[in-house]
């Protein structure tokens, strides 16, 4: 009497075992680093939508929030309004957004580069560092 029975060896399951872990390594190498840039283009990407809401409340009062205000005049007027009359109802931005790493963008008015800084501080929420720790602002490229 010969055994019927079949089934995979040891040896087959670690072989199949192997060449899905390499696939998997495979997989995130390539996922990581686009996870990376993902962020940082979404941060981009809020950071023009806020630029284009101040520009907006610019025009309708005649002056950018100042610091104090901060990007919270793009959702409520503030209580320091001198014409309240000129604020766009509903506000210019329906919610603030967070930057991709959870922390609110920075707003300081007037900036050092001009009218308005407004950025975010990277993955590691410190200013400067390099690569996804660079910090992100309206006038970057």
Do not use: C, H
């Amino acid at each position: 009497m010969q055994n019927s029975e079949r089934g995979f060896t040891l040896v087959e399951l670690m072989v199949v075992i192997f060449i899905i872990g390499l696939l998997a390594t495979v997989v995130v190498i390539n996922v990581l680093p686009s996870q990376d840039r993902a962020m940082t283009e979404k941060a981009r990407s809020d950071i023009a939508t806020l630029s284009q809401a101040l520009e907006m409340y610019r025009l309708d009062n005649l002056t950018y929030p100042n610091s104090s205000e901060g990007l919270n005049a793009l959702t409520a007027p503030p209580p320091t309004l001198t014409q309240p009359g000129r604020y766009r109802s509903g506000g210019y931005i329906k919610k603030l957004p967070q930057d991709p790493w959870g922390r609110p963008y920075q707003y300081i008015s007037p900036g050092q580069t001009g009218a308005f800084d407004l950025y975010s501080l990277g993955a590691d929420g410190a200013p400067g560092g390099g690569n996804e720790n660079a910090d992100i602002s309206a006038n970057d490229g």
